[in-house]
């Protein structure tokens, strides 16, 4: 069963984006992983099809209309039960983890935000996962939905030419990725480091586990002593 990724948004055309390109691009060819989208609009009921509404209390901006958008996660999760997701800057903050155990799943639906936000009651009636990829504020969800699919797709499997590739990275050791070298051995006066070109697997690993300890420690210190992912 390929993974099935359905995008609720008032801007359709933005997706798929940069995963209709490269290894995502072709395993959707292949039908490894499809993508459709809803538009949000369409289930508005008057004939300005209006989609927001001013925040109760007052305040500045719109907020999405929880009827509106309700009826249009009601069409795309019938007799479905695959993760709602609402991306959001106040969501829990995304992790491989988290991207590890979506990936194992059928697909997601995924909600994508504009204006002030969505009402507090559509996210608790639909029971909306709220997610999100960093603390900072986009003009709405859908170049996050982008990134968060772009994580998932790249691990499904068969899509990246090596799978073993996608287990020596950034955050799946709990770790920062150790550095990477490639040919040729000197460029501008820079070498390889010695131990990997050494054949000595053993020393290899060690060489990297010590590198990514260290660029760990120095750039992201958070992570040093969290459980690691799986």
């Not at 001013?54 to 958008?69: C, E, H, Q, S």
């Not at 068969?158 to 955050?171: K, Q, Y």
């Amino acid at each position: 069963m390929s993974f099935r990724a359905t995008i609720l948004t008032l801007y359709p055309e933005m997706f798929p984006g940069h995963l209709g390109t490269s290894l995502a691009g072709k395993a959707m060819e292949r039908g490894q992983w499809s993508l459709d989208t809803v538009q949000i609009r369409d289930f508005a009921t008057d004939r300005h099809r209006t989609v927001d509404d001013t925040p109760a209390g007052g305040g500045a901006g719109m907020v999405l209309k929880p009827d509106v958008l309700a009826r249009a996660i009601d069409h795309a999760s019938e007799n479905d039960d695959r993760p709602r997701l609402l991306m959001s800057p106040r969501g829990i903050p995304l992790t491989q983890k988290r991207v590890r155990e979506l990936a194992d799943g059928d697909g997601v639906i995924i909600v994508c935000g504009r204006f002030e936000g969505v009402d507090q009651r559509v996210i608790d009636g639909r029971n909306l996962e709220e997610v999100s990829i960093g603390d900072y504020i986009l003009s709405g969800g859908e170049p996050a939905a982008l990134i968060l699919l772009d994580a998932i797709v790249r691990i499904l499997p068969g899509v990246m030419g090596n799978d073993l590739s996608g287990l020596h990275e950034s955050f799946e050791g709990g770790l920062l990725e150790h550095p990477q070298y490639t040919r040729p051995q000197v460029w501008e006066d820079r070498e390889i480091p010695t131990v990997l070109t050494s054949g000595n697997h053993g020393a290899i690993a060690k060489w990297h586990r010590q590198e990514a300890e260290k660029l760990t420690k120095e750039r992201r210190p958070d992570l040093l002593g969290k459980p690691q992912t799986k």
